[in-house]
């Protein structure tokens, strides 16, 4: 919006914002399978990319962020197959534990 608070954020951050993983899931009725059926939540650890281009090539952006020192917040707004409406989650960083709590609670 054209607020002063919008204008602010936008003065101070890059948005990276990556709208959907899983349409061709999605336009067939499959909100966490792609077309040939795998789950794409399951594909972050070890992703292939050419079976999941979208998590490949999302993951390799984050990554090249986090590298250039730009990422102040990750947020992945998602949906549940036995919850309703959308819920958030966000990164748990197991390397530094005095930083747990900072990742849990947003300022």
Do not use: W
Request: aromatic share 12%.
């Amino acid at each position: 919006g054209s607020s002063k608070t919008a204008d602010d954020l936008r003065d101070r951050f890059i948005f990276k914002i990556v709208p959907m993983l899983n349409p061709d899931g999605v336009i067939v009725g499959n909100t966490r399978c792609n077309l040939s059926g795998r789950d794409l939540n399951r594909q972050y650890k070890v992703v292939i990319k050419e079976l999941f281009p979208p998590v490949y090539h999302t993951k390799m952006m984050i990554k090249k962020l986090l590298e250039d020192g730009m990422v102040a917040l990750y947020c992945d707004f998602h949906a549940h197959s036995r919850k309703f409406n959308i819920f958030m989650y966000g990164c748990e960083n197991r390397r530094h534990s005095e930083r747990y709590l900072k990742e849990q609670v947003f300022p």
